[in-house]
């Protein structure tokens, strides 16, 4: 149904899909937990803790392949960037091959 679809506002690869079956309170959870996440890694990142920021933002993106399957683009705003599968799909190969590199690149200080 394209007469749902709003310029501007909808994810123009997500118009045919039906609605979410999560709350939209719960998705707005979702959304704060990432945004914590991606805000420990980034302290992380500037305490240099590389290994942690790393492995942190890698779980992030897997926790957003996560949120892009389960919640409306609507929702999300500016993080739906193309269809849901291909979002989801490209930040869980993004998130997994940093949280295997950040588990196994061996410490420097050791």
Same mark, same amino acid.
């Not at 305490?47 to 790393?54: L, V, Y």
């Given at each position: 149904m394209r007469s749902s679809y709003v310029p501007g506002i909808d994810n123009p690869h997500d118009v045919d899909l039906s609605p979410s079956v999560v709350p939209r309170f719960i998705q707005r959870v979702f959304l704060a937990l990432l945004v914590v996440a991606f805000? /420990?890694?980034?302290?992380?990142?500037?305490?240099?803790?590389?290994?942690?920021?790393?492995?942190l933002l890698g779980g992030a993106l897997v926790w957003l392949s996560v949120i892009r399957v389960t919640c409306d683009s609507r929702e999300l705003g500016v993080l739906a /960037?193309?269809?849901r599968r291909f979002d989801a799909l490209f930040t869980l190969l993004i998130g997994g091959v940093m949280a295997f590199l950040a588990v196994s690149v061996d410490p420097l200080g050791s």
């Open positions: 805000l /420990v890694a980034v302290g992380f990142a500037l305490t240099e803790h590389w290994r942690r920021a790393t492995f /960037v193309r269809s």
